[in-house]
């Protein structure tokens, strides 16, 4: 018997509660997975509070990322002790998900750990960063390198923000940090801020083109702040576009695109193919300084994710917050 945080519809409405569970009651998958840790990312906000009915069928384990060890395998491809990741698929959405102390999954879905990381470095990176990292990626393939200007990051206290503020300061990039709430003013400085704005700023709808003011963007809150970012990017700059916590709508115009070059870059780390995945896991082992692991990192067990979900959702939750099913 193991502990699972399950969740089920009631007239309508999605409850969320701790459960035991037997091995038996997990999906007929390949790998059998002891999970170490998995992650409270905006996503498992959503699913948790059944906001914008992500999740298909009930009952459903949510954690769409999950770290830990192979306990047993029908797959050629892992033995039991092999340390693994998963993160996307569908994942705590259509499957069964990592906040649970074991969990049936897909071969396919899987990534070895990288040499140098363990579960609870995998899972503060996590989902967050792993899209932060595709983001960077995104960036530089566009041609966006440090001596060209300065990166705006949105949402840049969140879980992707933060690690992207992080990376790309450690890449030598001059950063500016959107964030609504002056609190976590000190905090993004340490992690590497240059500049700090304020949402209120970076929220007012904006003409068709502003005065250029970034080289690129990693953006996680979409709509008019999204809109915004494109009209202030610079000549040939790159926006990568990763969230929509700031609704799904896009209030821009084509003029960006057309007269400054403006690439929209879209980052979607679910269906991302493996060896993207493993580049962007290897680069986060270099690029992610670890001494920035321990600053944006908070631990919680089950019994608390449901609150964490609303706190995420309401924009009070600061870096990643990982989930340990054990606790």
């Not at 089920?8 to 038996?24: F, M, Y």
């Not at 933060?162 to 609190?183: D, Q």
């Not at 709508?249 to 679910?270: A, C, H, K, W, Y």
């Amino acid at each position: 018997m193991f502990n699972a945080l399950v969740l089920e519809q009631e007239c309508g409405k999605t409850i969320a509660g701790v459960e035991r569970l037997d091995l038996g009651d997990l999906p007929d998958e390949e790998v059998l997975v002891e999970v170490a840790y998995s992650s409270l990312n905006y996503k498992d906000g959503l699913t948790v509070t059944g906001t914008l009915g992500l999740v298909e069928s009930f009952p459903m384990v949510p954690g769409i990322d999950l770290a830990g060890v192979v306990k047993e395998s029908r797959s050629d491809r892992f033995q039991p002790g092999d340390q693994v990741i998963l993160t996307g698929w569908g994942v705590g959405e259509r499957h069964w998900g990592g906040y649970s102390q074991y969990a049936r999954l897909k071969p396919e879905w899987l990534v070895k750990m990288p040499a140098g990381m363990d579960a609870k470095m995998a899972m503060t990176i996590g989902t967050a960063g792993l899209t932060s990292m595709l983001c960077v990626m995104a960036l530089e393939e566009g041609g966006v390198t440090p001596d060209k200007g300065t990166i705006v990051v949105t949402g840049a206290a969140g879980g992707v923000g933060s690690v992207a503020v992080s990376v790309l300061n450690k890449l030598g990039y001059k950063v500016a940090a959107v964030t609504g709430r002056e609190s976590t003013h000190e905090y993004l400085r340490a992690l590497g801020a240059d500049t700090l704005l304020s949402r209120e700023e970076m929220e007012k709808p904006s003409e068709p083109m502003e005065g250029p003011r970034w080289a690129g963007a990693i953006d996680t809150v979409g709509s008019t702040m999204l809109a915004r970012v494109l009209a202030e990017t610079d000549y040939r700059g790159v926006v990568t576009a990763c969230g929509l916590a700031g609704g799904l709508e896009l209030p821009s115009t084509v003029m960006p695109f057309i007269l400054r070059n403006v690439r929209l870059q879209g980052i979607d780390s679910v269906m991302c193919p493996v060896e993207v995945r493993t580049e962007a896991w290897n680069r986060l082992l270099t690029d992610l300084p670890k001494e920035a692991l321990g600053d944006i990192t908070n631990v919680i067990g089950l019994s608390e994710v449901s609150q964490a979900a609303v706190n995420i959702l309401q924009g009070k939750v600061r870096g990643r917050t990982l989930v340990d099913p054990n606790k």
